[in-house]
């Protein structure tokens, strides 16, 4: 009996490690510590300007916040094991940091070490730095209402009704500083974090996504009043929108993100207006295919920095992030082009995993790359009728019904293996109530959802 339950647990691990492989490989990183670290160095990279001039204190209390934003980010990476063999590295960069902010060196000495020192965390950790999906900026500024009005205004200008009673004032959204440095993933830790010495809070109670809805809205702050021809913002977005990626969007500043579209596209400031403001139509679909091409260059990214185990993670969630969902629909159009794909994204996994080298690699990821390009435009260009959406729909309750099979098969067998045979009874009786209770609800769906839209109304 024990070896057959035995086999049936260690079933359920394999298909948990198929179905949620970000689980099973996981990061050895303590997300937390890094985005501390990530966030102090941040802080010091941006505002060490405001403590420090020609070699003189111009704010005592700003400069002595940056000798402890500094100390405290190399005291988390000494305490943590994050960074594996390249703890010691790390720690002599941030030595150097405090060394030169107690010399009085210059803003851009700082700020250029203080970067190198972020980026490199991030590329030894593999930690998130933008979403998963496209934030939704209406619901960012419901967010924005609800916790950061009252003190940085209607139009994100640092002015709210409580402004006037805190010290430091709270921060203009609108400035040229920020515009300058500030990224939406630096938004991102400062809302989950706070800002010690201030009375910017954390706010742990939100979601990631909340949290980076909520940053997304705050960078559209500065352009939120130069939706004037929306067609035409949205011509200069779907024009953009394939050639950029989400994580180039979170994790740079307006001022990086306008120098980087400049060297692409011409009417770079109405792209980045665009970008700043719009979200793809048909979110879902558009937001997972780009999603597949973010962990695309990412595990590009970490195969070049020789870090296989997180290219090879980044190439598989990919697919399973990015591909998978939308995969049903895109057969339904062209199975042979969704065959041509699997096989694509199936090579790079296998160019990295056989250790093909970085131009092997490369290739690969661009001929998937330009392969989801053209899964985009297959998608956008298909209209949904009647038999697509049946078709859809249909493949939905197979899959789910699949799995709910599955679960019972499996507590069914613990149940005889155990010898509790009066809780068959209940089992049976179980799925049979969720089933009458399903057929109860289609046959009243037409009711909920006109009862729904009378009371949102």
């Known amino acids: 009996m024990m070896k057959r339950i035995g086999s049936i647990i260690a079933w359920m691990m394999f298909v948990w490690i198929i179905i949620f492989p970000q689980h099973a490989i996981g990061q050895t990183a303590d997300p937390g510590s890094v985005q501390t670290v990530i966030h102090l160095l941040s802080y010091v990279s941006m505002d060490y300007a405001m403590a420090v001039e020609n070699g003189n204190v111009i704010d005592k209390q700003e400069y002595e916040e940056q000798v402890e934003f500094a100390r405290q980010a190399y005291e988390l990476v000494n305490e943590g094991q994050f960074l594996g063999e390249n703890k010691n590295k790390v720690l002599d960069q941030l030595t150097t940091l405090r060394n030169l ?22 590329r030894i950790t593999g930690v998130a730095t933008a979403p998963k999906t496209w934030p939704d900026i209406r619901n960012g500024q419901s967010l924005y209402i609800a916790n950061c009005l009252t003190c940085h205004g209607e139009k994100g200008d640092g002015n709210g009704p409580l402004a006037g009673e805190l010290e430091p004032a709270p921060t203009n959204f609108l400035g040229a500083e920020l515009w300058n440095k500030f990224s939406p993933y630096q938004g991102f830790n400062t809302i989950k974090l706070g800002v010690q010495g201030t009375s910017m809070r954390g706010f742990p109670e939100l979601t990631d996504q909340e949290v980076w809805d909520l940053a997304f809205y705050i960078k559209s702050l500065p352009y939120q009043g130069q939706l004037k021809d929306s067609l035409a913002l949205r011509q200069e977005f779907n024009q953009i929108n394939p050639q950029i990626s989400l994580n180039e969007l979170a994790t740079l500043s307006d ?3 306008m120098d980087t579209l400049s060297t692409r596209f011409k009417n770079a400031r109405q792209k980045l207006v665009a970008v700043r403001l719009l979200a793809p139509e048909g979110n879902n679909i558009n937001a997972s295919l780009t999603i597949s091409t973010t962990n695309l260059k990412e595990a590009l990214a970490a195969y070049t920095a020789g870090n296989k185990t997180l290219a090879r993670t980044k190439a598989l969630n990919a697919y399973l992030e990015g591909i998978e969902p939308v995969e049903a629909r895109l057969r339904t159009l062209n199975s042979k082009f969704v065959l041509d794909l699997e096989g694509q994204m199936l090579n790079v996994r296998q160019a990295i995993e056989k250790d093909k080298g970085q131009k092997v690699v490369e290739e690969e990821v661009q001929q998937a790359v330009a392969m989801i390009s053209e899964a985009n435009e297959i998608l956008k260009g298909q209209k949904m009728n009647y038999w697509l959406t049946f078709i859809l729909a249909t493949s939905i309750m197979l899959r789910e019904g699949l799995e709910a099979f599955l679960v019972l098969a499996v ?24 089933v009458l209770m399903g057929g109860i609800g289609w046959f009243l769906s037409d009711y909920i959802i006109q009862f729904g839209g009378k009371t949102g109304k």
């Open 101 to 122: 902010i107690n010399k009085k060196s210059t803003s851009v000495e700082i700020s250029r070490i203080a970067d190198a020192i972020k980026h490199d965390i991030i």
């Open 411 to 434: 507590v069914l067998a613990l149940i005889k293996s155990s010898g509790i045979r009066k809780a068959i009874p209940w089992l049976h009786g179980g799925w049979m109530t969720a």
């Open 255 to 257: 001022k990086t993100l």
